[in-house]
């Protein structure tokens, strides 16, 4: 069954600090792999796509990887902001029937 | 402001009633994407229309159905309602379409909070 997972479920952490969310998937064939950030109402904003060749891609302070052979991303946010607290979904394309599987999402909350 | 309007923003229900859900896409996006998003749940696709016709269908209950118009814009109507049926629908549009899902990804509005009671 294609499915795509998040850890940790949520997470806290202190203005300033980094932090790594991960994303396993079992979706296959695998097409490509996007972090989207998703504010509290609002509808989710990309952040990085990769491709099956790609590795690793940044955005500012938010660079993603991309494991194709374990089947695991991460997001990685450097010197964290307070405007970082969002939820961050891993979406991914592929399937027998090319769809987007989405994750339930990372919620972060960055504290002062 | 992302381009892509929903209205209303907040609708608030019966059970058994029905509702439309309405949606502009970005200036120039053939195609609109409808999604639900139920309490702390991932985003679920329900359908996508490319230039007024019906081009992928994803968990979409009977009860709902949508429809492009020749302007573009997107109705997306829920009928006999439930208390489950609480979620925020999204819209979202994108310059392609003719491929589900789009190649370069699409721009999300900031969705319709329904709430059934």
């Known amino acids: 069954k294609n499915q795509v997972e998040q850890s940790p479920q949520s997470l806290i952490i202190l203005e300033g600090k980094n932090c790594t969310l991960q994303?396993?998937?079992?979706?296959?064939?695998?097409?490509?792999l996007r972090w989207y950030k998703q504010d509290t109402g609002r509808g989710p904003v990309s952040l990085t796509i990769?491709?099956?060749s790609e590795n690793t891609k940044s955005n500012g302070r938010y660079t993603a990887t991309l494991d194709a052979d374990t089947k695991q991303s991460s997001l990685h946010i450097t010197a964290s902001q307070l405007s970082d607290s969002a939820s961050y979904i891993c979406v991914v394309s592929g399937g027998s029937n090319y769809q987007l599987i989405w994750g339930a999402g990372t919620k972060l909350i960055i504290k002062p | 402001d992302s381009g892509v309007t929903q209205t209303p923003k907040h609708l608030i229900t019966a059970t058994g009633q029905r509702v439309t859900l309405r949606c502009s896409p970005r200036?120039?996006?053939?195609?609109v994407y409808w999604y639900q998003q139920s309490l702390d749940q991932g985003l679920q696709f329900l359908i996508q229309?490319?230039?007024?016709?019906?081009?992928a269908k994803g968990n979409i209950l009977e009860r709902f159905s949508a429809q492009q118009f020749p302007d573009l814009h997107s109705e997306l109507n829920l009928s006999s309602l439930e208390l489950g049926d609480s979620a925020l629908y999204f819209c979202a549009s994108s310059v392609g379409g003719q491929e589900y899902p789009p190649r370069y990804g699409y721009t999300f509005g900031s969705g319709t909070r329904l709430t059934v009671v």
């Open positions: 990769m491709t099956f």
């Open positions: 229309y490319y230039n007024g016709e019906e081009r």
């Open positions: 200036s120039g996006d053939l195609s």
């Open positions: 994303c396993n998937y079992t979706v296959s064939p695998f097409s490509n």
